[in-house]
């Protein structure tokens, strides 16, 4: 790590304190992973998230229903030093979705947050590759890095499961329609024949215009 002193002359550029990390409103970024993602359970307090104590957590806190959210070891792309820099990526349930039974380490994914507005937001990713174990950096402990986020020395709750259940997704099924269903009308699409018939009408009616106005300077 670099001095705290300031001195830049023993400092090497590629050398990073990992830091947690999470998408802005609207920006992509993307991570591959070191390793697998490690569960906590936190609380909604005034300035942000405060982790659960479980038992022994503050009474005012733990009235409030937990939320689950996850943190990985992963390396960031960074264009500006065309690099990957060790990172912890913070995780929410929606991302978590994307994650459910893989094996991440390797795979290499961009990481976008989406909404229609900054305050409605959520997390999604999308699968890109994986790479070989060869080219891949052994994991870290991020344990340290995500205490030193929440500042306390302790996370009761790490490595809690996520107490929501996965999404539901099923298939479509084939049938008749109900009794009496009157299936809407659709317009169709314009053929080539009808958009150049539409095309020549145009032109011939600027080619009148063209020709009233002539004839009314005379």
């Known amino acids: 790590m ?4 300031g001195d830049s002359a023993h400092f090497d550029r590629h050398l990073n304190q990992p830091r947690v990390i999470t998408p802005a409103w609207q920006q992509v970024f993307y991570v591959r992973f070191l390793g697998p993602y490690h569960g906590l359970l936190t609380h909604y307090a005034k300035g ?9 957590c503050k009474s005012p806190l733990h009235r409030v229903e937990a939320t689950w959210k ?6 960031r792309w960074n264009p500006e030093t065309q690099t990957w820099q060790p990172n912890v990526l913070e995780i929410t349930n929606n991302l978590a979705d994307y994650f459910a039974g893989r094996n ?3 795979e290499v ?3 976008e947050r989406v909404g229609k507005s900054s305050k409605k937001t959520k997390v999604q990713g999308q699968y890109l590759e994986t790479i070989a174990q060869v080219a891949l950096s052994l ?4 344990l340290p890095i995500v205490k030193r986020f929440y ?11 996520n107490p929501m259940p996965p999404k539901v997704i099923l298939p479509d099924s084939e049938g008749a329609p109900p009794p009496g269903f009157i299936a809407p009308k659709r317009e169709q699409p314009a ?4 958009i150049q018939a539409l095309r020549e009408k145009r032109e011939a009616a600027k080619r009148r215009l063209m020709e009233s106005d002539r004839g009314y300077r005379t």
Do not use: H, K, M, Q
């Open 2 to 5: 670099p001095p705290e002193s």
């Open 48 to 56: 942000g998230s405060a982790v659960c104590g479980g038992e022994e």
């Open 70 to 75: 996850a943190y990985a070891a992963v390396e």
């Open 104 to 106: 991440l380490r390797g």
């Open 109 to 111: 994914w961009s990481i």
């Open 139 to 142: 994991p870290f402990d991020l």
């Open 151 to 161: 500042g306390v020395s302790a996370l009761p709750s790490w490595g809690a499961a």
């Open 191 to 194: 053929t080539p024949e009808e």
